[in-house]
């Protein structure tokens, strides 16, 4: 492995070849929309052991725990500076009704997750627990609430109960429960998927539920939350278009749903390792398709919603395989690999570039489901790849995005598949440095290229390196190293910049500017 770093940081300092550079230009002089925290939120839901024995194990456990949350899992979330949490689902919020998760752990009812697997849901996890993890984090929380199975009555009482000072009954039962003041409601859903799980409604059925719903949701001034509804998914623009025409004055945001499977296909996604070529460039195509319907529904915003008071708010997104073999099928457990690093560098970069309306995105999911940041067994932990990319990428947490350019941009072809060769991004960090992001695709050639920063002279870059000799390369929890990040830097020679990115890598540099 030591060699393997040796060879790598080699590599970043090698003088500019005699062939074509594939060219970025920063222009640091226009900085255009902050990208804000928000948009490296996290998700958590009563999924398989994605809370219930990934992050929650209870006061009592052996393992070592604050308020029944692994403290191994809180402290590695704590270095990705997770900005906010979004629980309790997903499908589940729909069927979850708060006041289960209320009171002494051991008189709360057990009831049957239908969505996940049918199996018991303790309610050991509820409303306070939630806001344990989330204080614990320094995270904002993002709280979805039941309307496919709930009521207005019972939605409207969870805002009091969290969100009032008063005397009332309700938040006197939350004192009872061991909060005497407020939580903290950064944001709160009505419903989640309407369109699906959440009800099956059409989008104009649920913009008159969402407005029906939202009348009694009422919290003190300095606890009102903001409001999000339940958007579309994947390329469908109707949802964005009609929640926005005919809720524009009661939404502070829109939701948008978009997985990426390798096929395509719900029936038979892909694996999550032992892939191909040709299955790496499918999944890296799908998930680029990402661009266009962020596109397509930012225009209908635009259209109904020309101040751009309202954002859009991906809350689900990642890679979803075949779940792994031996294992639960509704605990949506798979392996994350050198792939997924990949497909979520690509994801914020182009996150950062709708930056005035994206701003909101939530990774589905924190830990052991789907695309997860920590995968656990018993008390061990090991670290994904995934994790590793949003480590990395935590300077550009509201940081001003900034304009870059591309030219000569190398295409990188499977069969008749072909996609841009690098990927890039640039913004200037709240810490004044310029920080820039670079993806090669590619998942056997390197990648050469030269940057330039508009008007200014550089010194030099400095920062990490994400990449390995496997498409599928991934941590176990004998080998917890195998994919994790390298120095990265180079030296400017005769004013010229050029770095050698290795094939499948992901670079998070800050751009050091001559005197």
């Known amino acids: 492995m030591q060699a393997f770093k040796r060879t790598i940081l080699a590599l970043s300092l090698v003088a500019a070849p005699a062939f074509a550079q594939v060219s970025v230009t920063i222009d640091a002089a226009h900085p255009g929309a902050v990208i804000n925290k928000n948009v490296y939120g996290q998700f958590a839901e009563h999924l398989g052991t994605g809370i219930y024995e990934g992050m929650w194990v209870g006061p009592g456990s052996k393992i070592p725990n604050t308020k029944g949350w692994r403290n191994d899992v809180v402290g590695a979330l704590k270095n990705l500076h ?69 009521t207005p009555q019972e939605m409207s009482e969870w805002i009091e109960y969290m969100t009032s000072d008063s005397k009332s009954t309700l938040a006197d039962l939350r004192r009872k429960n061991g909060r005497e003041k407020p939580f903290k409601v950064a944001y709160f859903a009505i419903g989640n998927e309407a369109w ?10 649920y913009t008159s539920l969402y407005k ?21 998914n994947d390329n469908d623009t109707h949802w964005t278009d009609v929640i926005s025409r005919d809720a524009a004055h009661q939404t502070d945001g829109i939701s948008f749903h978009y997985y990426t499977i390798p096929t395509g296909k719900w029936e038979g996604k892909g694996a999550a390792t032992g892939f191909s070529e040709a299955d790496w460039m499918a999944t890296l195509a799908n998930t680029l398709k990402i661009d266009t319907y962020i596109s397509n529904n ?12 309202i954002g859009l708010f991906v809350d689900e997104w990642g890679t979803w395989y075949d779940v792994e073999k031996g294992t639960n099928a509704g605990f949506l457990f798979q392996q994350n690999t050198m792939r997924d690093a990949v497909v979520a560098a690509l994801n914020f970069n182009i996150f950062h570039a709708h930056a005035d309306r994206v701003r909101m995105t939530n990774i589905a999911q924190m830990v052991n489901v789907l695309q997860a940041m920590i995968i656990t067994d018993k008390d061990k932990m090991i ?49 004044g440095k310029l920080w820039l992001a670079l993806v090669n695709t590619n998942a056997g050639q390197p990648v050469d290229v ?65 005197p």
């Open 212 to 232: 029906h719903y939202k009348s009694f949701l009422k919290a003190p001034d300095a606890t009102r939350p903001k409001f999000i509804a339940s958007g579309g």
């Open 450 to 514: 030269a940057l330039d920063v508009a008007g200014q002279k550089i010194a030099g870059v400095s920062g990490q390196l994400l990449t390995a000799d496997a498409m599928d390369a991934h941590n176990t929890f004998q080998q917890t190293g195998a994919v994790k990040p390298v120095p990265f830097g180079a030296r400017a020679v005769g004013g010229k910049l050029s770095l050698k990115l290795p094939a499948k890598a992901v670079v998070v540099v800050a751009v050091e500017s001559q």
């Open 196 to 205: 699906g799980c959440g009800g099956n409604m059409t989008p104009e059925y």
């Open 82 to 150: 997770v900005p906010l949490v979004r629980w309790p689902g997903g499908c589940f919020a729909d069927e979850y009704h708060w006041k289960d998760g209320t009171g002494p752990r051991g008189k709360r009812p057990v009831k049957v997750n239908t969505n996940w697997g049918g199996v018991e849901e303790s309610n050991a996890v509820g409303t306070h627990e939630f806001f344990d993890l989330v204080e614990m984090l320094g995270a904002d929380a993002y709280v979805n609430g039941n309307l496919g199975s709930g």
């Open 383 to 431: 670290l994904t790849p995934t994790y590793h990319a949003y480590r990395m990428y935590v300077p550009f947490q509201d940081a001003a995005s900034l304009p870059v350019a591309l030219s000569n941009n190398v295409a990188y072809s499977v069969g008749a598949t072909s996609i841009p060769g690098v990927s890039a991004s640039a913004a200037r960090g709240k810490d």
């Open 298 to 309: 930012v225009a209908k915003l635009d259209k109904n919603d020309p101040q751009k008071k």
